[in-house]
């Protein structure tokens, strides 16, 4: 049977986690669909379509699809089940707010931020804030699963062009709007897709602190900005710079953690860095248990230098 993909894209161009996810479906099956559901939104159908891997795209072009918003989709995506085995998002906020209202519709279990595929069937997944996996076997008779991106390498572009097919789409249900979004815009790279990230937790101090010290850090390595649960929670940066357990979830090449204790819910949104630097005064701190290189001192000194050596 085929497998379903939910692609995550703004109306313009399909987002980074809808790649991975593909990547994970290649690991269930060969036969792979892709639902793009949106407004205005035949560029991202036809992006998607040169997915290597995907063999039919089905499009879902509608006003009240513009938003993304998670009750009309999810009743979409169920009368679209039938005939598949496998229906997969990525573990972002769309997934999360997507994936389980179709599992409900569908009376299956969700299988929540896989990490891993042993077989169609059989998931890894973390458990315990990341310090235990989970192998899951599910014999739903179709499987609703979200993908934790950064543990998949992303499928290529640039296959021949799958077919799209065009779907009718569902009614509006009328029981949810959107009233407002607040975007922040930067020049600096995405988190979740950034090679290098700087991320600042309470230790910095203020918000002024952060910005001093960190911007001209991350400027000079090409970096995202992050940060801790406290230092988001302390008003020093917006929420969507947020790294963790209830932020995002990142495996960059190089994370530099500056001023971060090293938080059991902070160390399961980055533990997966390719190489993790963490620069705190106090030697004990719990990020040291999990960094390839730490520096202990005062981060007011240590920052600035380390932006001069650059």
Same mark, same amino acid.
């Given at each position: 049977?085929?497998?379903?993909?939910?692609?995550?894209?703004?109306?313009?161009?399909?987002?980074?986690?809808?790649?991975?996810?593909?990547?994970?479906?290649?690991?269930?099956?060969?036969?792979?669909?892709?639902?793009?559901?949106?407004?205005?939104?035949?560029?991202?159908?036809?992006e998607?379509?040169?997915?290597?891997?995907?063999?039919?795209?089905?499009?879902?072009?509608?006003?009240?699809?513009?938003?993304?918003?998670?009750?009309?989709?999810?009743?979409?995506?169920?009368?679209?089940?039938?005939?598949?085995?496998?229906?997969?998002?990525?573990?972002?906020?769309?997934?999360?707010?997507?994936?389980?209202?179709?599992?409900?519709?569908?009376?299956?279990?969700?299988?929540?931020?896989?990490?891993?595929?042993?077989?169609a069937?059989t998931?890894?997944?973390?458990?315990?804030?990341?310090?235990? *996996?989970?192998?899951?076997?599910?014999a739903?008779?179709?499987?609703?699963?979200?993908?934790?991106?950064?543990?998949?390498?992303?499928?290529?572009?640039?296959?021949?062009?799958?077919?799209?097919?065009?779907?009718?789409?569902?009614p509006?249900?009328?029981?949810?709007?959107?009233?407002?979004?607040?975007?922040?815009?930067?020049?600096?790279?995405?988190?979740?897709?950034?090679?290098?990230?700087?991320?600042?937790?309470?230790?910095?101090?203020?918000?002024?602190?952060?910005?001093?010290? *960190?911007?001209? *850090?991350? /400027?000079?390595?090409?970096?995202?900005?992050?940060?801790?649960?406290?230092?988001?929670?302390?008003?020093?940066?917006?929420?969507?710079?947020?790294?963790?357990?209830?932020?995002?979830?990142?495996?960059?090449?190089?994370?530099?953690?500056?001023?971060?204790?090293?938080?059991?819910?902070?160390?399961?949104?980055?533990?997966?860095?390719k190489?993790?630097?963490?620069?705190?005064?106090?030697? /004990?701190?719990?990020?040291?248990?999990?960094?390839?290189?730490?520096?202990?001192?005062?981060?007011?000194?240590l920052?600035?230098?380390?932006?001069?050596?650059?």
């Amino acid at each position: 049977m085929a497998i379903l993909v939910i692609a995550e894209h703004d109306n313009a161009a399909l987002k980074a986690a809808t790649l991975h996810t593909v990547g994970a479906a290649r690991k269930m099956g060969d036969d792979i669909h892709v639902l793009v559901a949106g407004a205005g939104c035949a560029a991202v159908a036809a992006e998607a379509a040169r997915i290597e891997g995907v063999s039919r795209v089905k499009l879902a072009d509608a006003p009240h699809y513009g938003e993304q918003l998670a009750e009309n989709l999810a009743a979409l995506v169920a009368t679209q089940a039938a005939g598949y085995s496998h229906i997969l998002a990525p573990a972002t906020t769309f997934g999360k707010n997507v994936a389980p209202r179709v599992a409900a519709v569908l009376d299956v279990a969700q299988i929540s931020d896989i990490t891993g595929v042993e077989s169609a069937d059989t998931f890894v997944r973390p458990i315990y804030a990341g310090n235990a *996996l989970a192998t899951v076997k599910s014999a739903d008779a179709v499987k609703v699963v979200t993908v934790r991106a950064t543990n998949f390498d992303a499928a290529p572009k640039g296959g021949a062009s799958a077919p799209v097919e065009s779907i009718a789409a569902a009614p509006d249900l009328g029981l949810s709007r959107l009233l407002g979004r607040e975007l922040t815009k930067s020049a600096r790279p995405e988190l979740t897709a950034a090679r290098i990230i700087v991320s600042g937790g309470r230790g910095v101090g203020s918000a002024e602190n952060y910005h001093r010290l *960190l911007e001209p *850090l991350a /400027d000079k390595l090409g970096a995202a900005l992050g940060a801790s649960r406290a230092a988001v929670d302390a008003g020093f940066v917006p929420n969507d710079y947020q790294v963790g357990q209830t932020g995002k979830i990142v495996a960059p090449e190089l994370y530099i953690a500056v001023g971060i204790s090293g938080a059991i819910q902070h160390l399961a949104g980055m533990k997966d860095s390719k190489v993790i630097v963490a620069i705190n005064k106090d030697p /004990d701190a719990p990020i040291f248990q999990v960094a390839d290189y730490g520096l202990v001192g005062d981060l007011f000194a240590l920052v600035p230098e380390l932006t001069a050596e650059l």
